[in-house]
C-alpha cells in the first residue's frame, strides 16, 4: 500500500489561504489521493478526492503534481472552523478499497 | 437515512461484559468498513465487507473482536470479555461500489468507555 507524509501541524490566519501538502512517492496508477478531515473526535469528513487531474469542489482545490508524488489540498479562505486533523490517503490497492489513515496534520486557523 | 447511522452513540460497560456496536450504512452501498480510534490517536482499521466477498478481517485486534453484516446491509461490531483498552470511538464508514474512485462517509461514531 502506498504511504503517504504529511508535516505534523500547521498554522493559518483567518481569511487566507491554507496550503497542505502530502508526499506519496509510491503511488501507483490507480490508487486515487483522498483527503479528509477531522474535527474534535468526530466521524472523518470527506473533502475531495484525485486521479491525476487537479480537483476544484464547494470545499477545497486538490492540485496532485504530474509525476503523482505530491499533492496539495487548498482551503481558499481558511476559517476558524477549518480547524481540524486534516489526512491525505492513498487508496489502498484496487481490490481491497480500504482507507488507511496516517498522521495526518493538524491545521491551527488563528483569527 | 442520508448519512451512515451508528447506535448507540454512547456506552459505558464494566470490564468483562459483551457489547454490541450497530451500523446502519448509507442506502445503497455496497461496501462497510469499521474503524476505532483511541483518544488522542489515529483511526484504526478493524474490518471491511464489499457485498457477498468474505470480510477482509486483517485489522481486528483479537479474536474477541467481531463483526456480522447482515443482508448486505445492518452490520453488527461485537466485543466480547471488554478491557479497558478497548475504550475508544468505534467510527462505521459505507460507499458504493470500491475501486471506481466512490467516497468512503463515515458516521458519527460510538463511543466505548469500558470502566
Known amino acids: 500500500d502506498a504511504k503517504t507524509t504529511q508535516p505534523t501541524s500547521m498554522d493559518c490566519a483567518e481569511g487566507r489561504a491554507a496550503n497542505l501538502p502530502c508526499n506519496h512517492s509510491?503511488?501507483?496508477?490507480?490508487?486515487?489521493v483522498y483527503w479528509y478531515r477531522q474535527i474534535h473526535s468526530q466521524g472523518p469528513q470527506y473533502i475531495i478526492h484525485?486521479?491525476?487531474n487537479n480537483e476544484t469542489n464547494e470545499m477545497a482545490s486538490l492540485i496532485i503534481t504530474e509525476d503523482r508524488k505530491s499533492s496539495t489540498l487548498i482551503l481558499p479562505h481558511a476559517t476558524l472552523r477549518d480547524t481540524a486533523v486534516y489526512y491525505c490517503?492513498?487508496?489502498?490497492?484496487?481490490?481491497?478499497?480500504?482507507?488507511?489513515f496516517g498522521t495526518g496534520t493538524r491545521l491551527q486557523v488563528f483569527p | 437515512g442520508a448519512g451512515v447511522s451508528q447506535s448507540p452513540s454512547n456506552k459505558v460497560t464494566e470490564k468483562g461484559k459483551d457489547v454490541e456496536l450497530r451500523c446502519d450504512p448509507i442506502?445503497?452501498?455496497?461496501?462497510l468498513y469499521w474503524y476505532r480510534q483511541s483518544l488522542g490517536q489515529g483511526l484504526e482499521f478493524l474490518i471491511y465487507?464489499?457485498?457477498?466477498?468474505?470480510?477482509?478481517k486483517s485489522g481486528l485486534p483479537s479474536d474477541r473482536f467481531s463483526a456480522e453484516r447482515t443482508g448486505g446491509s445492518v452490520s453488527t461490531l461485537t466485543i466480547q470479555r471488554t478491557q479497558q483498552e478497548d475504550s475508544a470511538v468505534y467510527l462505521c464508514?459505507?460507499?458504493?461500489?470500491?475501486?471506481?474512485?466512490?467516497?468512503?462517509?463515515f458516521g458519527e461514531g460510538s463511543w466505548l468507555t469500558v470502566v
Open positions: 490517503i492513498v487508496r489502498a490497492g484496487y481490490n481491497t478499497d480500504k482507507l488507511i
Open positions: 464508514a459505507s460507499s458504493l461500489v470500491p475501486g471506481s474512485g466512490n467516497t468512503i462517509y
Open positions: 442506502s445503497g452501498h455496497t461496501a
Open positions: 484525485g486521479l491525476k
Open positions: 509510491t503511488i501507483s496508477g490507480n490508487e486515487y
Open positions: 465487507f464489499q457485498g457477498n466477498s468474505a470480510p477482509d
